[in-house]
């Protein structure tokens, strides 16, 4: 995880965050197993799987950067998982900070406030349960204006199983919560090695440029009196 943190710091050197975004999602693997569905009405075949907490940073270039990490086992909350991983964030006055409303606990609210972010979190609201507290109605509010920005984390998690797989070839629980950090850190990599050869480019370009513009001044009716 400090190998992560080390590169979400390099990237993010110099540049203005725009927000940071909270989500989770699912890694397979082992083999399948059955499951009591409906109090045991039911039975279902399942994979498993591991949960991997993310919280990632959209910088002033667009760019989806993972912060910080935490794993779970496959019905771990994601609430926890959140509370854990939010203790390796620094604080950031002024930052909207979006997740869905699976994160919508008061303590999580309060976390935030106290770190100087925004939160944005979705409130669960019907017709019959309306929003009463007043940091839910704080939170729910950020939302409406920035939670149209939430999609960019599920981009991530279809970017890093696109790239890497969404299941490993693993037969035991540890050794796949590893894994799941290894696909944070790889996208890290990813990021950081696509930026440097994105800026080893724009370099020889510009030298290109400089030197055909040098040669083209040098011709002779150039240099006539």
Request: glycine share 8%; hydrophobic share 40%; net charge positive.
């Amino acid at each position: 995880k400090s190998i992560l943190e080390e590169c979400a710091k390099l990237l993010l050197e110099d540049k203005q965050t725009l927000c940071y975004i909270a989500d989770a999602t699912g890694f397979g693997f082992g083999d399948k197993y059955n499951l009591n569905w409906k109090r045991g009405t039911q039975v279902r075949t399942v994979q498993s799987h591991v949960r991997l907490e993310v919280i990632m940073v959209v910088d002033e270039n667009k760019r989806k950067i993972i912060t910080a990490v935490e794993t779970g086992g496959p019905y771990e909350s994601e609430i926890e998982m959140l509370r854990k991983a939010l203790k390796r964030v620094k604080s950031y006055r002024g930052l909207p900070f979006i997740a869905d409303k699976g994160y919508d606990a008061v303590d999580i609210i309060e976390s935030l406030l106290d770190r100087g972010f925004e939160p944005a979190i979705r409130i669960k609201e019907t017709m019959r349960m309306s929003i009463r507290h007043p940091l839910r109605k704080l939170s729910n509010e950020n939302w409406k204006r920035y939670g149209n920005m939430r999609y960019r984390v599920e981009q991530l998690f279809g970017s890093i199983k696109q790239k890497i797989g969404s299941s490993f070839k693993l037969l035991r629980e540890d050794l796949a919560r590893k894994a799941s950090i290894g696909c944070a850190i790889l996208w890290n990599f990813w990021v950081l090695a696509t930026y440097y050869f994105l800026l080893f480019l724009s370099g020889i370009l510009h030298y290109g440029y400089a030197k055909g513009c040098g040669r083209f001044l040098e011709q002779p009716h150039f240099l006539a009196p």
